[in-house]
């Protein structure tokens, strides 16, 4: 019993300590526009994630962000959603870094840097996101989702069409198996409520 | 300064001009055009690189090049990684491959820009003689090592870990040399799918695909019902762009899954190949046909398809699993043999946010086949279940209905409905591979396997077949994001559950026999909800599998517990 209880401390610590090291997104408002800003934290700090960029593994951080609106005794109203990813990448041969930024409709944006902590300092800056304010009156927040992996969209299409059994036998059970191995992560964050009008 | 310092400052002011106003926001203010150039790179465009980096009497650079005001470069030039910033004037074509090219207001192109993996900058006062085009995606080209350009290998996706494959290029054809495993089942054991597949772009816009596979059956079938080799082969041509269209043939000796196809093919091959459980049944199909799909939208995408085929029974064989190897697997159904010219007309309509794991939006999607036979030789059904079919001169009309709305109720919440229906329409009856059942597991997770299958013979075939005209289900479901990080790390792999998801779900349906007679429902009509099946259930869905516990509401069957690799719907 008691050596039951001291592996549970251990392991809970354990995942405290790792969870201090995990990627963390954070939405913030800036003062007087109530315009939303992202900020990703821990990327770089989190071994998952810098052992897989080392690796030249591409890492694809895929962010959602809500703007809800508060309703009196029932369910908020998803006002908009917004989506865009950044790519990491790394060209093994020529330590060359590459940031592309993905907004739909939009052509991709891509920067290149040499080291990774000029990276490390462009990802860390909190991103301003404009046009996605609230049109009407009324109490808001943000929600902002990031899901990060080392899975392209491609691949996430291969995955999806696998698993609903197109027949062209492209993977089987092993790949569905393989994938847990994977490192995968989300984190979520909300802003400050803020009033638009009268409220 | 440092240099990576300088160097960044420089990629950011090379950067797109929209970035200038905000290098580092995201505006969605910004109209959507089509105007804008495809992100993938077109073969064709690729193969123009490569052929003027490598041709010989083209001018190569690399790295960051500055031709200074006053100075001409003459003839072909080309870089390959790095900045390219004009104050001088080059007299010819110009390629870069995975940089950017920046024209001050002195600078001059006479000839022709592309950029791949990268921009074109031109100042005020620059001057592009030619046609400038840019790719911002990066170029899959690398130098060998005699410095000639040549493609990259594709990075290894998913399902190559547990594949092989091979690609050649040559122009603007591509050929693959693919080896698969196909779905584990008691038919075939693990089918192995080997073969090439050829893509010739003709242009942008227009491209032909073929596919010829082989498919090798590892498990041998004694009983002779179907061969050790079978095969499958498509070729189309597709025209893209926003509103694209496929035309094309198929053909193939395949084994191929009944109508009624419970769980995800990849969890019934787990089943089979774990717990010797196959959850579905399986025939031999020989056909040959012509299809097309039409993306009218986005979201909506039609298909059509001809097809004539020869059907016949199959035998389970002595197949591998990994437990319970003493027990028999489950007999595959006998099913109505014959020759078959199949109709089909499908729609979709989808406008989930996220297609593995949506949250939000609609997911539609009907398919209606008419099936039509002059050498039938059916099954030997009682009247109960199906009046005799003609030899000759069959006939049907069958649909499948798939209704799903994902509805957010919060930034962790979310109400997900569906409606599931399908079976026979008019016409003669179903042929026993088109006919359905109620099934548990999937989608009634409270209920065991074809709850509901229509066998109303004093003694049930043990092979357990679908046997219902119809089927219809209605699905509810209440997600919420559990804050909670029940997992660890060991190396790169995290272990246990990061903010599952909590699931309380309803599910309630029914498959009947349609028609005159007892027994029946008639054919404009459900049946009595009164006569439906419904269970409640919860679970833990932690994103790559998820647990579930249901129990009937109306019947005495014991929880039942239930593992899935991906959401129920």
């Known amino acids: 019993m008691r050596r039951a209880f001291l592996l549970a401390l251990l392991l809970l610590g354990a995942a405290s300590a790792v969870s201090a090291q995990r990627i963390r997104v954070e939405a913030t408002l800036e003062n007087g526009t109530n315009r939303p800003r992202v900020r990703t934290i821990n990327l770089f700090d989190d071994p998952q994630w810098k052992e897989a960029i080392a690796a030249s593994y591409p890492i694809r951080l895929n962010y959602q962000l809500d703007l809800w609106r508060s309703r009196s005794g029932w369910f908020p109203d998803n006002v908009t959603t917004r989506r865009w990813a950044f790519v990491i990448s790394r060209q093994a041969v020529l330590d060359v870094y590459t940031l592309t930024t993905i907004v739909a409709g939009q052509e991709p944006r891509a920067e290149q840097f040499s080291s990774l902590d000029d990276l490390r300092l462009r990802v860390e800056l909190p991103v301003p996101i404009s046009g996605v304010g609230a049109t009407r009156n009324g109490s808001f927040w943000y929600a902002v989702k990031l899901g990060i992996s080392t899975l392209s969209a491609e691949e996430f299409a291969d995955f999806e069409r696998y698993l609903q059994g197109s027949g062209n036998g492209g993977g089987g059970i092993a790949s569905t198996l393989m994938r847990w191995a994977l490192p995968t992560g989300t984190a979520t964050a909300e802003t400050p409520r803020f009033v638009r009008g009268g409220g | ?569």
């Open chain 2, 1 to 569: 300064m440092t240099r990576t310092g300088l160097l960044t400052i420089g990629t950011l002011l090379l950067a797109w001009p929209a970035a200038a106003q905000d290098p580092i926001g995201i505006d969605f203010s910004r109209p959507a055009t089509d105007t804008i150039p495809r992100r993938e790179i077109p073969d064709s465009i690729l193969s123009r690189a490569i052929a003027h980096y490598n041709a010989p009497g083209t001018t190569r650079v690399s790295g960051n090049v500055e031709l200074p005001a006053g100075n001409v470069w003459r003839g072909r030039q080309a870089l390959h990684r790095g900045q390219f910033r004009i104050d001088g004037r080059v007299e010819g074509d110009l390629v870069v491959i995975n940089g950017d090219v920046r024209i001050t207001p002195s600078g001059v192109v006479t000839g022709d820009i592309l950029v791949l993996g990268g921009r074109i900058l031109v100042d005020d006062g620059g001057t592009v003689g030619g046609t400038p085009l840019e790719y911002a995606i990066p170029a899959p080209l690398t130098l060998s090592p005699d410095g000639m350009l040549m493609r990259q290998s594709a990075r290894r996706a998913l399902s190559d870990y547990t594949s092989a494959s091979r690609s050649f290029t040559w122009r603007n054809t591509v050929t693959t040399l693919h080896l698969d495993p196909g779905n584990y089942n008691r038919v075939e054991g693990l089918p192995i799918e080997l073969g090439p597949s050829l893509v010739w772009y003709r242009d942008d816009q227009t491209r032909l695909t073929m596919d010829l596979t082989g498919i090798i059956r590892t498990s041998a079938d004694p009983t002779g019902s179907r061969g050790r080799l079978g095969w499958r082969g498509r070729a189309a041509v597709v025209h893209g762009g926003p509103r694209s269209i496929t035309f094309g043939v198929r053909a193939g000796s395949v084994i191929a899954p009944v109508a009624d196809q419970p769980y995800q093919m990849v969890e019934s091959g787990l089943g089979a190949f774990l717990f010797r459980r196959d959850f579905r049944d399986w025939y031999a199909m020989r056909s040959f046909g012509l299809f097309t799909d039409i993306t009218l939208s986005p979201k909506l995408q039609l298909s059509l398809g001809v097809d004539r085929s020869r059907e016949e029974t199959v035998n389970a064989v002595d197949a591998f699993s990994v437990l319970l190897g003493s027990e028999e697997w489950r007999p595959n159904p006998l099913i109505d043999d014959g020759r078959f010219l199949t109709q089909s007309l499908g729609a979709t309509y989808d406008t989930r946010d996220d297609r593995r794991r949506p949250t939000s939006g609609w997911h539609i999607r009907g398919v209606l086949h008419r099936v039509q036979s002059n050498s039938l030789t059916p099954v030997s059904l009682p009247q109960e279940i199906r009046p005799g079919l003609p030899t000759t001169g069959y006939d049907a009309l069958d649909i499948d209905v798939d209704v799903r709305r994902y509805q957010r109720l919060g930034p962790d919440q979310s109400l997900h409905l569906r409606l599931l229906g399908g079976g026979w329409l008019s016409g003669n009856s179903l042929t026993i591979q088109r006919r359905r059942a109620l099934n548990g597991g999937d989608p009634m997770a409270g209920y065991g396997f074809r709850a509901i299958n229509c066998d109303r013979r004093r003694r049930p075939d043990p092979a357990q077949p679908a046997l219902c005209d119809r089927q219809l289900i209605v699905q509810a479901e209440y997600r919420r994001t559990l804050g909670i990080d029940l997992s660890t790390r060991i190396g790169n792999t995290t272990l246990g559950l990061q903010r599952p998801e909590l699931v309380l779900f309803a599910d309630a349906g029914s498959a009947w026999l349609a028609g005159d007679g007892a027994g029946r429902v008639p054919s404009g009509r459900i049946q009595s909800i009164a006569e439906w099946r419904s269970d409640i259930g919860v679970g833990l869905d932690a994103g790559s599998f998820g647990i579930y516990v249901a129990r009937s509401l109306v019947d005495s069957e014991p929880f039942r517990f239930g593992f899935r690799l991906s959401p129920r719907f």
